[in-house]
Each structure stands twice: as structure tokens, then as C-alpha cells.
Nanobody, 119 residues
């Protein structure tokens, strides 16, 4: 059974930093593209970043967020720096064979972790 468990969310002031983690089990972690998505209240879920051997970022987070993975620990990270109020939302971890910026590219999803950025 595949499980993706996010952690590290919370309340942070604008301009601050936060580090999210996604612990994966039940899958061959190194074989999957791992991604982060987020969903703000009243909005659709949107792509944030993805990592395979390369990284990809949404324009809105480029230069502020860094995605990484530790294949030995089956864990993915999202370092969020210089956060903005518009970064507020539920952040989801996802795993897929192909990866990309579309939700449909991913097969497995975590339950999400709330990030709230205060102004």
C-alpha cells in the first residue's frame, strides 16, 4: 500500500521560511517523479514543483522555493523561503511515473499539510 505523508506545515509570517517533507512508503521511490501541489481556499489545485533527476517549478515560486529528494530516505522536501500570503494553502505531495505540471500526471497523493502565511 502506497503512502505519502506530508509534514512541516504551519503558520509563518510573510518573508519567513518553512520546510515541508513528504515521506513515502510502499513504492519504489527512486522510480517516481515526485511533485508538490497546493490548493488555496476557493481555488483549484495548482502545480508548485517537481523533482526527478531534474527540477521544475511554477513561475510563482521560482527563486523562492527549492524542491529536493533523498532517495535513501524515501523523502522529498520543499524549502519555502521569502513566503508570501498568496502561498497560503494546503500543500500536497504526489508521485507519478511521468510527472509534470498536471495533476493527472500523478498516481498517488498525500493527505496534505496546511501552510498559512500571515501578512
Amino acid at each position: 500500500q502506497v503512502q505519502l505523508v506530508e509534514s512541516g506545515g504551519g503558520l509563518v509570517q510573510a518573508g519567513g521560511s518553512l520546510r515541508l517533507s513528504c515521506a513515502a512508503s510502499g513504492l519504489t521511490f527512486v522510480a517516481y517523479v515526485m511533485g508538490w501541489f497546493r490548493q488555496a481556499p476557493g481555488k483549484e489545485r495548482e502545480f508548485v514543483a517537481a523533482v526527478s533527476g531534474m527540477t521544475d517549478y511554477a513561475n510563482s515560486v521560482k527563486g523562492r522555493f527549492t524542491i529536493s529528494r533523498d532517495n535513501a530516505k524515501n523523502t522529498m522536501y520543499l524549502q519555502m523561503n521569502s513566503v508570501l500570503p498568496e502561498d497560503t494553502g494546503v500543500y500536497y505531495c504526489a508521485a507519478g511515473w511521468i510527472g509534470g505540471a498536471r495533476s493527472d500526471d500523478y498516481h498517488y497523493w498525500g493527505q496534505g499539510t496546511q501552510v498559512t502565511v500571515s501578512s
